[in-house]
């Protein structure tokens, strides 16, 4: 692509625009259509699009949940709130300008490609056709808009007074004061709609999943538990340790943050984390324990008010059913040319790197993945490397390359849509040209291996560099895991050595020994 391009960019939440703001800073023409009236997307929750309850906080600190180039007010919690989050994005939104890019309340309604030129018609306030042209697109509209609720036996002639929902329209945790609910799922919003009923004064809990689950709070120690688990350290660990070893971790881990599920008289878990699932709350277990929730098994058939378990239990009387069950993947607008060769099935789309069909270098996909730690680091570098590309700033990825990830993707089925915070922040460092080069701040070591991994860490070099790069990552590891020097312990030179050990890397034994000894 040369000259400037005229780029289309679908959903005004956190993906869409941390994107158009990197592509209009690369000198595209953007267009943003959002079918809401406001930007933040899942985050602000009196959206009907969105999913969130008013109560909802973050699952990731305030110093990784947020962009590169915007910092939050220095008195937000460390876990703040859906309304701070959307807070932040319209002032991001205003501070960049992006505002007079947005089409407000104009849902997209066809997305198709002809001619060499992408083809839009999208529906404004539901009245108005409009039809536009672009060079590219990028579809940034969110995994989480079609509630999936399981088929089970009995559900639709439930007679409880309090109806059967899906946690997508949980709003209100007082309409099911002294109600006796049942929330069916795994996810992290069953545990935190379940906290939030019993709080709110439902009489009764009773949860129902297919897997009983490991939790963890997220807090450990007093420190966010992403620095337990989200730093570059911890992931060059796992790299050099076998599948057990890693899993031994994490189970450990789990054990000492919250102990074994079944001592607070809750289900036990699956031996392997792995197998079992992990997830986050600090309350969950401890209603538990308390008498507030009941764990149960899934569900094997209702009856009228009584629910059925697959241990042959039973419980009756029940008044409400929620279901925390997740999303199907929705893209309604894609033309059936499109559909027919992107084939996006209802929980992932089949794509080299998450974003580029190998055969469609203009249209881009972002978010549409499932992550473990805050999204906001991933999305910040998969919109940099997507304007790179689409604006010119890089040499296109070729055909081969983006063929040779997608037969890789499409050969581990199990990984499908899932993806490593680190990890995959880094492919997509390396693929715009920026990937923080840790050798060349050896007076950032410290921060850069047992700090947390921001998006600022990924503005040290290439395009779009921070000359105060430096120094936020010094206050960023402040805050986030209270390092106030450069110098490591001696606790933390132990694990460099032994890790140099493992890993049996020149360069990166070479590195250790420069950085430990201009620490002493």
């Known amino acids: 692509m040369s000259g400037r391009k005229r ?40 959206s009907p699009y969105s999913g969130v309850w008013p109560s909802m906080r973050t699952n990731t600190c305030s110093v990784t949940t947020k962009f590169s180039d915007l910092e939050h007010p220095q008195d937000i919690p460390l876990y703040p709130r859906n309304q701070s989050i959307l807070s932040y994005l319209q002032k991001y939104a205003a501070t960049y300008c992006l505002l007079e890019n947005i089409r407000f ?23 108005t056709v409009i039809c536009e042209e672009f060079d590219a697109v990028v579809v940034a509209s969110g995994r989480f808009t079609r509630p ?23 709003k209100i945790p007082r309409q099911f004061r002294g109600m006796r609910v049942l929330v069916a799922g795994g996810s992290i919003s069953a545990y935190e709609i379940s906290t939030s009923l019993a709080m709110e004064g439902a009489e009764q809990i009773i949860t129902a999943s297919r897997r009983a689950k490991y939790l963890a709070g997220r807090l450990y120690q007093g420190r966010s538990l992403e620095y337990f688990k989200h730093t570059r350290y911890e992931r060059l660990l796992s790299e050099t340790l076998s599948k057990k070893e890693n899993v031994e971790r994490t189970k450990t881990l789990l054990l000492e943050t919250m102990g074994r599920p079944e001592r607070y008289n809750s289900i036990k ?14 309350t969950f277990l401890s209603l538990v324990a308390e008498g507030y929730i009941f764990p149960k098994p899934w569900i094997s058939r209702i009856d009228g008010r009584t629910v059925y378990f697959s241990d042959g239990s039973c419980v009756h009387d029940v008044d409400a059913l929620i279901f925390c069950t997740g999303y199907d993947l929705e893209l309604p607008f894609l033309s059936e040319p499109l559909q027919q060769i992107i084939q996006p099935t209802r929980k992932h789309i089949p794509l080299a790197w998450h974003t580029f ?23 910040e570098q998969q919109a940099r490397m997507i304007a790179y590309e689409l604006c010119g700033v890089n040499k296109p990825t070729t ?31 390396e693929l715009g040209g920026f990937a923080p080069d840790m050798y060349a701040h050896p007076e950032l070591a410290r921060y850069l291996l047992f700090g947390p991994i921001t998006p600022v860490t990924y503005r040290l070099s290439g395009v779009d560099a921070l000359t105060d790069a430096p120094q936020r990552i010094i206050e960023e590891a402040a805050k986030f895991s209270v390092m106030t020097s450069g110098q490591f312990t001696e606790e933390e030179k132990q694990k460099l050595e032994q890790l140099a050990v493992r890993k049996n890397d020149g360069t990166f034994s070479a590195f250790v020994r420069k950085v430990i000894r201009n620490n002493n």
């Not at 309340?105 to 009245?127: C, F, G, M, P, S």
């Open 399 to 429: 055909r081969a390359a983006r063929l040779a990830d997608f037969t890789k993707y499409m050969a581990a089925p199990q990984q499908h849509a899932k993806v490593n915070l680190f990890t995959f922040s880094y492919l997509l460092s």
């Open 7 to 46: 780029v289309a960019v679908i959903g005004a939440g956190a993906s869409g625009l941390v994107t158009a703001r990197y592509l209009k800073k690369h000198g595209a023409e953007v267009v943003v259509f959002e079918r809401y009236s406001g930007v933040g997307g899942q985050w602000d929750s009196a």
């Open 269 to 282: 878990p699956d031996p392997d984390p792995v197998v079992a699932g992990t997830s986050t709350s600090e």
């Open 105 to 127: 309340n104009t849902r997209v309604t066809l997305l198709e490609y002809a001619e060499d030129r992408w083809r839009i018609t999208a529906l404004h306030k539901e009245q």
């Open 148 to 170: 999936y609720i399981p088929d089970v036996d009995g559900l639709y002639a439930f007679t409880g007074k309090g109806g059967v929902s899906h946690s997508y329209r949980y």
């Open 357 to 379: 069909h190998p055969d469609i270098s203009t249209l881009a996909f972002i978010g549409f993945w499932f992550h473990s730690g805050s999204v906001f680091v991933s999305t």
